[in-house]
RNA sequence: AGGCGGUUAGCUCAGUCGGCAAGAGCGCUUCCCUUACAAGGAAGAGGUCGUGGGUUCGAUUCCCUCACCGCCUACCA
């Protein structure tokens, strides 16, 4: 036999891996059929394979695998993102160690430095997805700043600024003081955090205090009023009255403004233009002054006085110092509230006023609304569409510059000596119109990582060149993608797609979950609760880790995942893989060495256990890709776990022993049967796990007449009509109760396996003939003998037994416990009358009657009959055994 | 504050249109190293389907209430 009992997936999967790619198996056609498309969510060039990755990538290529089996001309698309920030953060982070800064290289020689950073390693995680199988288009994989790339991203630019979409304003956002950079709203995570509620004394010019409440009172020093509810009779006599700023010994106004909540803290608020959203409104409904306090590093600048030079934090502590020596601070309560954080490095956002280049997204979002509204393009799970609408429907300008290096830069040009409005173009402008100056100065700032990524789609394939691939692949058909970039990218993504192509760059969306450790936190290496894919891959096998993943992820749902999840996947490969070695072996005992499948011959006479199992592939198939059309990958799979393990091994197989070596109708039909079985669940497999299965359809090959060079460029199963064998499924059903019922008759008894049993049986017609005869006492290790008076002989050493089908006597010659079987089948009995009863209920209900559909009343009738017979049968077993005659 | 998801076996989770004698994997119990597989086989135990109502002939499933867990949005300083 071949191959050790354990399936080794190492060699097998690097081996299989090298062998696609260098036979371009994952290549699509340019350009004919039907294109089926996907876009892969581009890795950060930072990264490395997290589980979520894997999930993600497992599914595309189920997806991507099955479709290309399907007939469809497959493409699925690779990548990696520039990741601006993330990427800049560890290039500067290797500086450090040598003591540098990106300052002390200066913007070119920083730039050098990260291109060699990731030439070295933005590959990594490529390499990784490569281990998992993803069967993409290498020879297609892009970066977001190849240079094409790079001429999209201008060009969208451009095209918006002419169009009145871009404009650069002063305007309060988020700052990151570690990256020193702003952010949009999206790149800001909230937590909870407990932090306090300061109360502070304001004096009023003319005597009196008025007390604000505030969080952050280090932001006192850049307040230019105090706001309260007009509506607020407790300051009404305040309004207009001056209040002289602590430290600063400014006065400013107490003013009016609806926005102020009169139930919050004392019901007056002071007002930070230049460090808080809400009062920089305010600010510009009263034309405010804005006074910023801070430098972008969050230290205090030459506005904040004696604070200047202060760190953010410290300074808040050394006010409140002040202020309580100067019996200012009317309290302090411990309040816990959400702060925001920079999504790349966690430190806590400030929010900042400065001057910024933003995309107004109102009017551009109106066909991404447009096209889900009517339809046309589909989430799933549905219920992210209300999610998606409700971002898209409120809407804000989004903040698209930054101030790093690594990235696209904006191409602004400002005239070097004069204050001319900027000039957008891609190239270089020659000449400033206004000025006739010829010397510029491009924009210091990069775009937003995420104003690339949202040209993906289309840029992927060549635009704003007007490309064949273009033409032939877009739009794409599936996009697969995790609920965290739902508005980062998915939203964007539609948005570009309508401005810059006219068209949806997707039909559907599949929005699985987050993969989540038991406690239900994201996994994450910093909180180092992550599971390593790339361990269990060493360990157990991509296979593994990938049908394990998929079976245990539902339909869009969050999964959590035990330690060991990964051994159900790694446990069916191996049964899989011995399931081959069973055929193998069967191949060479009965000296077989070629095996003609799909030959109309070997489906000829069949025998009710191949009716059977062909019957059941039939339905499985149907039922696998149906649930593949819905996305409903764990069902899928599952369903595949069932058939493969529990009824082709457990029953198919182990029906196959029951013939002799060398016996012709085992050579004929049952050797035929179970290669033909295998040969198509290998297929139906595929998606799942493509190492295990192409290894082994390479070896079929060599028994049988198959023809595919690989499983994975052979054609998806279909149903075939000449295995519509359906009256053998419930016949084989009952063949299967029977013989479960008397392993347990014999388990019960602890009668040993290897024991001869004679056995009797009495109204089984299905045992009559000798075929199906023959199978149970296969199955079930006896030999039987029809006996209809054995119900009328009961005797000590003799055991009766029955269920629905009649009875069946097995004959001991050792000491049985009739006690326990007694009681056995009092409870029993008991079950049994609980349904019976129920069902007899529902039966003598005129109403259930006539309201229920028919089909569910014969369902129901059938079970009354069958409860009846069993009830029946049960009563009579126990006064055989308690000693009456019947 | 609003929205969404979850609550089913000891654990992790399925369960589509309302009708099942409510399922899986792991774990557990008993037996078995029977020549495909001990990462295995056979048999079995284990559930008031979160609470309280409602609709219905019939609810794990639909509606409402509440509780707890989680997530996402939001300008309460």
């Known amino acids: 036999m071949v191959g050790d009992n354990r399936y080794n997936p190492s060699e097998v999967e690097k081996y299989w891996y090298e062998k696609w790619l260098e036979s371009d198996c994952f290549h699509s056609k340019r350009y004919s059929g039907t294109p089926y498309v996907i876009v892969i969510p581009p890795p950060n060039i930072t990264g490395y394979l997290h589980i979520g990755h894997a999930l993600n990538n497992t599914i595309q290529d189920i997806l991507i695998r099955w479709k290309r089996m399907s007939g469809f001309n497959a493409l699925w698309v690779p990548g990696t993102d520039h990741a601006g920030i993330a990427t800049q953060n560890v290039v500067e982070k290797e500086l450090m160690k040598k003591g540098l800064t990106r300052k002390d290289l200066g913007r070119e020689e920083f730039l050098k430095e990260v291109w060699q950073w990731r030439e070295k390693y933005g590959n990594r995680i490529i390499e990784q997805l490569k281990r998992l199988g993803v069967s993409c288009d290498w ?10 790339f790079s001429r999209a991203v201008q060009t969208v630019f451009v095209s918006l600024y002419k169009k009145g979409f871009i404009y650069r304003g002063k305007r309060i956002i988020n700052w990151c003081p570690r990256c020193t950079t702003a952010l949009s709203d999206e790149e800001v995570e909230y937590s909870p955090y407990n932090g306090s509620l300061y109360y502070l004394r304001y004096p009023v010019e003319g005597g009196g205090f008025v007390v604000v409440a505030t969080t952050r009172p280090e932001t006192m020093l850049g307040d230019t009023a105090v706001a309260v509810n007009p509506s607020d009779g407790r300051y009404k006599d305040l309004i207009g009255k001056k209040i002289r700023l602590p430290f600063m010994n400014r006065l400013i106004p107490i003013i009016p403004d609806n926005q102020v909540d009169m139930k919050f803290g004392t019901g007056a608020v002071k007002v930070t233009p230049a460090h808080d959203p809400v009062d920089y409104a305010i600010a510009y409904r009263h034309n405010l002054e804005f006074i910023t306090v801070m430098d972008e590093t969050g230290k205090m600048n030459e506005n904040a006085g004696i604070f200047r030079g202060i760190d953010r934090f410290e300074c808040r502590t050394r006010i409140v110092e002040e202020l309580r020596k100067q019996s200012l601070i009317e309290k302090i309560e411990t309040y816990e509230y959400r702060i925001g954080r920079c999504y790349r490095c966690d430190t806590i956002i400030e929010p900042y ?41 409120n809407i804000q300008d989004w903040c698209i510059s930054r101030q790093i290096w690594w990235g696209h830069r904006i191409p602004a040009w400002y005239c070097s000596d004069k204050a001319c409005p900027p000039i957008i173009s891609v190239e270089t402008p020659k000449e400033c119109s206004q000025c006739g100056c010829k010397n510029f100065v491009q924009d210091e700032d990069v775009l937003d990582t995420w104003f690339s990524s949202w040209l993906w789609p289309f840029a992927v394939f060549g635009w704003p060149e007007k490309t064949k691939d273009l033409e032939f692949f877009y739009p794409t058909s599936t996009l697969v ?16 797609g309508f401005e810059f192509t006219g068209k949806k760059p997707f039909e559907s969306v599949y929005i699985h979950g987050t993969v989540r450790d038991e406690t239900g936190r994201k996994m994450s290496k910093s909180l180092g609760n992550a599971i390593d894919p790339i361990e269990i891959i060493d360990q157990s096998g991509a296979d593994a880790l990938r049908f394990s993943l998929i079976s245990l992820t539902a339909f869009g749902q969050d999964v959590f995942l035990p330690e060991k999840f990964h051994h159900k996947g790694r446990n069916f490969v191996n049964k899989i893989w011995n399931a081959y070695r069973y055929i193998e072996m069967l191949l060479e005992k009965n000296d077989c060495s070629y095996i003609e499948i799909d030959s109309v011959e070997s489906f000829k006479d069949l025998r009710l256990g191949e009716r059977w199992i062909l019957a059941l592939l039939n339905r499985k198939i149907v039922h696998i890709t149906e ?13 595949i776990y069932e058939f493969f393990w529990h009824q082709y091994c457990d029953w198919y197989i182990e029906l196959s022993k029951m013939y002799h070596t060398k016996e012709p109708y085992l050579i004929s039909r049952v050797i035929p049967v179970l290669v033909y079985l295998m040969v198509k669940l290998l297929k139906l497999l595929h998606p799942f796990i493509p190492f295990v299965t192409e290894e082994l359809h390479s070896r079929m090959k060599k028994i049988t007449n198959i023809e595919d060079a690989f499983i994975t460029t052979s054609s998806w199963p279909s149903y075939s009509n000449v295995f519509d064998f359906d009256d053998s499924l419930e016949l084989m059903d009952r063949i299967k109760e029977i013989v479960v019922e008397i392993r347990d008759l014999k388990t019960f008894f602890k009668i040993p396996v290897t024991k001869d049993l004679q056995a009797a049986y009495h109204g089984i017609s299905l045992l009559d003939a000798d075929e199906y005869r023959h199978m149970v006492e296969f199955l079930s290790g006896i030999k039987f003998q029809k006996a209809d008076q054995i119900i009328k002989t009961h005797s000590k050493d003799e055991i009766v037994r029955s269920r629905g089908h009649g009875f069946f006597s097995i004959k001991l010659s050792g000491i049985v416990n009739i006690e326990a079987e ?57 006064k055989l055994l308690t000693g009456d005659v019947l």
């Open 627 to 639: 649930c593949l059309n819905n996305f409903r990958f764990n069902e899928a799979a599952d369903s």
């Open 822 to 878: 007694i009681e056995r089948l009092v409870n029993e009995k008991k079950k049994v009358l609980r349904v019976y009863q129920e069902t007899e209920n529902k039966l003598t209900n005129s109403a259930f009657l006539s309201n229920a559909p028919s089909k569910v009343i014969e369902r129901t009738k059938k079970l009354r009959a069958d409860l009846e017979l069993e009830l029946n049968k049960i009563e009579k077993n126990i």
């Open 139 to 148: 020879t297609r994989l892009c970066f977001t700043m190849d240079k094409n």
């Open 353 to 393: 006023i400065s001057r910024q280049w933003f995309v107004k997204m109102k009017e551009l979002a109106q066909p991404a609304i447009k096209v889900v509204m009517e339809g046309h393009l589909k989430f799933y799970p549905e219920r992210w569409t209300k999610i998606y609408l409700h971002w898209l429907n």
């Open 481 to 496: 993608t995790a609920q965290e970039i739902l508005f980062f990218w998915v939203a964007r993504m539609v948005i570009a």
